[in-house]
């Protein structure tokens, strides 16, 4: 999966798959947006699914939004690297725009639940970082998914009830953030994000470029 990063020499890169995952209403889609809005050399997996639009999302932006039938359809023709039920809808990564994107040299984002993680995680583990974000309390976490105002009450209380169980999920991920303040978190997964970009074993150019440094004649 080379990408190349264009800063002086060209430098080809091992792309990587970021995942980001939280209980609803921790803050996840609000730090990947500006993650995407920074970083041109990320592309967001545009995740399908059977959900219905929330207010202001649109089709193709948020999500593609299907229903069952064609969810059913696109799992058997194996159009996903991974799919789950997540709060009594079903969600998936669609294959072939993730491996585009690698190809075409750039990274990808997911933002999705633990069960996404693990199947991605389990395809391919080199090239994939977790990150893990918690909210500072679960009141914290309530207050958020009611200010949203995008969802019903049963809606969220659905989601609050089973923030348990994604939260337990925490210690599968490489890294956890802690969105207290939004912009000291930000800042923390910028950091992550380029010191995994920069990681060795992501850097296909340095072998060759070492073996040219070492011919040299001084
Ligand atoms: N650090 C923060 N402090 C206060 N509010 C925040 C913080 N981070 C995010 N929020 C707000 O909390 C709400 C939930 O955030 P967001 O939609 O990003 O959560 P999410 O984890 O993606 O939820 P879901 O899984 O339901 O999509 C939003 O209104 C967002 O603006
Ligand atoms: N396993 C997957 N989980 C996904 C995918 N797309 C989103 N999600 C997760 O679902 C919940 C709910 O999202 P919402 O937009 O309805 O609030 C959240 O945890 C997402 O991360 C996916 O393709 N696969």
Same mark, same amino acid.
């Given at each position: 999966?080379?990408?190349?990063?264009?800063?002086?020499?060209?430098?080809?890169?091992?792309?990587?798959?970021?995942?980001?995952?939280?209980?609803?209403?921790?803050?996840?889609?609000?730090?990947?947006?500006?993650?995407?809005?920074?970083?041109?050399?990320?592309?967001?997996?545009?995740?399908?699914?059977?959900?219905?639009?929330?207010?202001?999302?649109?089709?193709?932006?948020?999500?593609?939004?299907?229903?069952? *039938?064609?969810? #059913?359809?696109?799992?058997?023709? %194996?159009? /996903?690297?991974?799919?789950? !039920?997540?709060?009594? +809808?079903? &969600?998936?990564?669609?294959?072939?725009?993730?491996?585009?994107?690698?190809?075409?040299?750039?990274?990808?984002?997911?933002?999705?639940?633990?069960?996404?993680?693990?199947?991605?995680?389990?395809?391919?583990?080199?090239?994939?970082?977790?990150?893990?974000?918690?909210?500072?309390?679960?009141?914290?976490?309530?207050?958020?998914?009611?200010?949203?105002?995008?969802?019903?009450?049963?809606?969220?209380?659905?989601?609050?009830?089973?923030?348990?169980?994604?939260?337990?999920?925490? *210690?599968?991920? #490489?890294?956890?953030?802690?969105? %207290?303040? /939004?912009?000291?978190?930000? !800042?923390?997964?910028? +950091?992550? &994000?380029?010191?995994?970009?920069?990681?060795?074993?992501?850097?296909?150019?340095?072998?060759?470029?070492?073996?040219?440094?070492?011919?040299?004649?001084?």
């Amino acid at each position: 999966m080379p990408n190349t990063e264009t800063t002086g020499t060209q430098r080809i890169k091992r792309g990587l798959m970021l995942i980001v995952s939280s209980p609803s209403g921790a803050g996840k889609t609000s730090l990947c947006r500006r993650l995407m809005a920074d970083h041109a050399d990320l592309d967001l997996s545009t995740s399908v699914t059977t959900r219905k639009p929330r207010p202001g999302e649109q089709e193709g932006r948020e999500y593609h939004f299907i229903d069952d *039938a064609r969810m #059913d359809k696109l799992v058997k023709e %194996d159009a /996903f690297l991974e799919h789950a !039920a997540v709060h009594d +809808h079903r &969600y998936g990564s669609l294959r072939e725009p993730v491996e585009r994107a690698l190809s075409q040299g750039q990274n990808v984002l997911f933002d999705i639940d633990w069960q996404g993680a693990q199947r991605i995680s389990a395809k391919a583990p080199s090239d994939v970082v977790r990150i893990f974000i918690l909210p500072p309390s679960m009141v914290e976490l309530k207050r958020r998914l009611i200010a949203r105002a995008q969802d019903e009450m049963a809606v969220i209380e659905r989601r609050l009830q089973r923030a348990k169980g994604e939260i337990s999920h925490w *210690a599968e991920y #490489d890294y956890v953030i802690l969105n %207290d303040d /939004f912009d000291r978190s930000y !800042a923390e997964l910028v +950091h992550i &994000y380029h010191a995994e970009v920069a990681r060795r074993s992501r850097g296909l150019w340095i072998a060759p470029f070492v073996d040219e440094l070492m011919s040299e004649t001084i």
